[in-house]
């Protein structure tokens, strides 16, 4: 069933279907995520900040999985969710 959160620009959006494509059991950094968006919005570049703005506000958090995303040296960084 797709996913579609309420409001949400369509950079966004882009965003938070790139998170459900994460396999369970595996993280993706920013930067990984920022060059799918690149390319699905035909751009040239997209900045890893612009995700990370993205990610944290996914409405749905609990749903479309925002801590399988960490920072290049594999650190949590800007997560304001909390750790377990």
């Known amino acids: 069933m797709p996913l579609n959160p309420a409001g949400?620009?369509?950079?966004?959006k882009i965003v938070w279907d790139i998170l459900l494509e994460i396999p369970r059991g595996k993280l993706s950094t920013y930067g990984?995520?920022?060059?799918?968006?690149?390319?699905?919005?035909e751009?040239?570049?997209?900045s890893a900040q612009a995700v990370g703005q993205?990610?944290?506000?996914?409405?749905i958090s609990i749903i479309i999985?925002?801590?399988?995303?960490v920072g290049y040296g594999g650190n949590l960084t800007g997560y304001g969710g909390g750790s377990a």
């Open 43 to 46: 751009a040239e570049r997209m």
């Open 65 to 69: 999985p925002c801590r399988k995303v």
């Open 32 to 41: 990984k995520i920022a060059g799918k968006a690149a390319e699905r919005l």
């Open 54 to 59: 993205a990610v944290g506000n996914n409405p």
């Open 8 to 12: 949400g620009s369509r950079f966004q």
